[in-house]
């Protein structure tokens, strides 16, 4: 049965965009409604991060236990190999997705959101339709929309989704281990998931267009990933495209395109990591008089689009197309409809890759800054040196942190880091950023010992010209 609801504020999207607003919406006291087509959390949580932290988790924990046979490592061992139960992985990082998918379900009941499931349609910027799911038929109008309908797997033109070809939303889901894992894609999606299943006993085989991997970052940062892909015995096609599929009774083959010629690889599963673009089909853009920045939907610093009391967030306005940044922009919204003079307007925006050894970077690489014609300095400080990394063998990997300032006042403009566990100093680095933080302020500040965070800390000393540890 049809029924008609008016709001204050609607949210379309229940990702960590959406959901966030909705949240901080009705802790204003606005009367606000959020439309979900799935599962609460969006990609983020059900199909993304969440789910994909889970299993580089336990592929962690299998390599560890695995390292232990034979002679062992730090005096433990075991006499046979551990086993591998994926399909009971799977339902255990299931567990952790369903904890946190029930847990935002509560948050926004106790904000008093109340929340439609369905597939929503706008018909204009103030009435939204649901035309599929439990509660179909519904029409909402609001006063306020705030678009939140996230992102999608990129596909690639001769690879389409089906068959032995899989998106990243498949790969989180596998009843089986592959034989052989082809990954096409050799940015933080695929090689995440490439590692993890390298670790659970899969051969893997990356495919990459450009040169190197992980082109978005410098090939410092990214060589002590390459060194563990090589180590662990992954085969990587640098510089190759791939420019044909057949599938046969015997699984895929692929046929690349590269500087050498051509070859074939097969494949098992293939696992298609080109990217993600924004979710705007399907639900009604064609009905909103949207200025459009390319794909995405054109804002301003409140996140307001070009239609009045319609506003847009997460990857549907941009990169870098990261949860937090969602978040920190649903944040902004809900307050600005509120009436706070608020603007989404970060200095740096962290980005970490859960790759072996992880990589975490916050404000400007080197090469951005000198192609911003700054006077720069840095100093970088190796794992090798720090006691911490040496007690968790984590030392021997080639990681480090490093510090990016200006020259003349030492303001900082970037930090990076790869090593074990560098997401989690993620934060230290956004704030000093956000901070206006100057080199002395760091070298001035106690870092608990022993800690990898020390590691900054020295980083910043060897800029300076004094460091204590190497």
Known sequence: MSASINTKVLVV??????????????????????IEADRLGGTCLTRGCIPSKALIHAAAKLE??????????????LREPPALD?????????????????GVAGLLKRAKVRVLQGTARMKNGKACELVQGPDAGTVVHAEHLILATGSVPVELPGLPFGGAVISSTEALSLAALPAHLVVVGAGY???????????????????????????????????????????????????????????????????????????????????????????????????????????????????RSSMRDVWAIGDLTGEPMLAH?????????????????????????????????????????????????????????PFAASGRALSME????????????????????????????????????????????????IAGTIHQHPTLGEALHESVLRTLGHAIHI
């Open 13 to 34: 999207g229940g990702g960590p965009g959406g959901y966030v607003a909705a949240i901080r919406a009705g802790q204003l006291g606005l009367d606000c409604v959020l």
């Open 64 to 77: 560890a236990i695995t390292g232990c046979v034979g002679a062992g490592s730090c005096g433990i061992s």
């Open 86 to 102: 994926l399909a009971q992985t799977m339902r255990w990082k299931d567990s952790v997705v369903s904890k946190l998918n029930h």
């Open 189 to 303: 999606i695929g090689l995440e998931l490439g590692i993890a299943y390298r670790k659970f006993g899969a051969r893997v085989t990356v495919i990459e267009a450009a040169g190197r991997i992980l082109p978005s970052y410098d090939e410092e940062l990214t060589q002590p990933v390459r060194r563990w892909l090589q180590q662990a015995g992954v085969t990587l096609h640098l510089g190759a495209k791939v420019i044909g599929l057949r599938e046969t009774a015997d699984g895929a083959r692929l046929k690349l395109q590269s500087a050498a010629g051509e070859s074939e690889v097969a494949a098992d599963r293939i696992l298609v990591a080109a990217g993600r673009k924004p979710a705007t089909s399907g639900w009604g853009l064609e009905n909103l008089a949207l200025d459009m920045n390319g794909p995405f939907i054109k804002v301003d610093a409140q996140c």
């Open 325 to 381: 940044k969602a978040s920190a922009q649903g944040h902004v919204v809900a307050e600005a409809i509120a009436g706070s003079r608020r603007q989404f307007d970060p200095v740096a925006i962290p980005a970490v890759c859960f790759t072996e050894p992880e990589i975490v970077s916050a404000g400007l690489l080197p090469e951005q800054a000198a192609t911003q014609g700054l006077d720069s300095i840095t100093g970088q400080f």
């Open 394 to 441: 984590a030392a021997d990997s080639g990681g480090f942190v490093r510090v990016l300032a200006r020259r003349d006042n030492h303001r900082i403009l970037g930090i990076q880091a790869v090593g074990a566990h560098v997401s989690e100093l993620a934060g230290e680095f956004t704030l000093a950023l956000e901070m206006g933080a100057v080199l002395e302020d």
